[in-house]
């Protein structure tokens, strides 16, 4: 694919390190704002980036062919709308878009034009994530999933000091619930589906969530997704089916090795993964379903993606977090 990057911040940093990985990848252009100007001048020098741009309109008008949206989130909709309408293909960072009714329209313009529209999740595209899938049957029926993703945030730090950075801005689509729950959900909805009710119990300080307590009702079980970013705790993942357990302690965006304890005695350990870097799997992905032209496969994505933005919409109404640009 020809990638074009609109962003310069963590994530685009992240990303770029990992981009010798991507053999089918010519990284063609750089958009950036005038305040990140020197970054961005920096980071096309060091990685061969062919184009800059702080112009949006130009940079879609540059010979890119996939745009890779890595803004803060209440960008995202508007950014991969314009490069759609452009005729590009879109990666999005997560959290997708922060309502459903978003997410809906750049589904539908996306098919209508046949073009690719990815949301870089990298659980989904790990190698252990595929096999714990295919070892869920061993746990028996399943009654109680628990996710446990804490992770102290410094920029909790600022917050509390009274400058807010875009992860705890309402103004930016921020919050636990977007900013780290949403990885739970992913993982919880890739591997079960739509749940049947969905109810949020967050903290809220100054407006926005800054941990809270997912409960996802499937039926048959029960799921608890927490999410913090204003306390940390060792990371847990349970799985627990009435023949056997499925534990992981690594968070479910890195998804390392996990174990399964049968109530047989057994035990087994699994790692399958084989990159270090959580973003290397989900970008041979996408550049290899580019390639193929697999919209297929990519619309199968977007599915998934539309289910966790219904999700993550519910649970915010259901717990009265609105964000101004919503409201
Ligand atoms: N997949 C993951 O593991 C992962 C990890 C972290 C973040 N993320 C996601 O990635 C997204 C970005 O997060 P981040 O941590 O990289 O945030 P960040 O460090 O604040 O970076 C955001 C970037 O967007 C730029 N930007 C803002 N408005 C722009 C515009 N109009 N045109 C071009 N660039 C613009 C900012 O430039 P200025 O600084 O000049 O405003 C900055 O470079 C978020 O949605 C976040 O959830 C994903």
Known sequence: MKLGIVGSGVIVQEFLTITHHLKETELTAICYTERSRETGRELADRYHIK???????EFLNSGADTVYVALPNHLHFSFAKKALEAGKHVIVEKPFTPTYKEAVLLSELAR???????????????????????????????????????QYSRRYDSFKKGQVLPAFDPCCCGGALMDINIYNIHYVVGLFGRPKRVEYFPNVEKGIDTSGILELDYGTFQCICVGAKDCKAPIANNIQGDK??????????????????LNDGTSSFVNENSYEHRMVDEFIEFESMISRKDLETCYQL?????????VQNIARNKAGIVFPANA
Do not use: R, W
Not at 51 to 57: A, G, K, P, R, S
Not at 123 to 139: G, S, V
């Open 51 to 57: 184009q800059e741009f702080t112009d949006y309109e």
């Open 244 to 261: 056997g357990c499925l534990y992981q302690d690594t968070p479910v965006n890195v998804c390392k090795s996990f174990q399964v304890f």
């Open 112 to 150: 209508e034009k046949g073009l690719f529209l990815l949301e870089a999740i990298t659980t989904l595209h790990f190698p252990n994530y595929k096999k714990i899938k295919e070892m869920l049957p061993a746990l028996g029926d399943i009654k109680i999933v628990q996710c446990n993703y804490s």
């Open 302 to 310: 977007l599915d998934h993606t539309l289910t966790v933005c219904e």
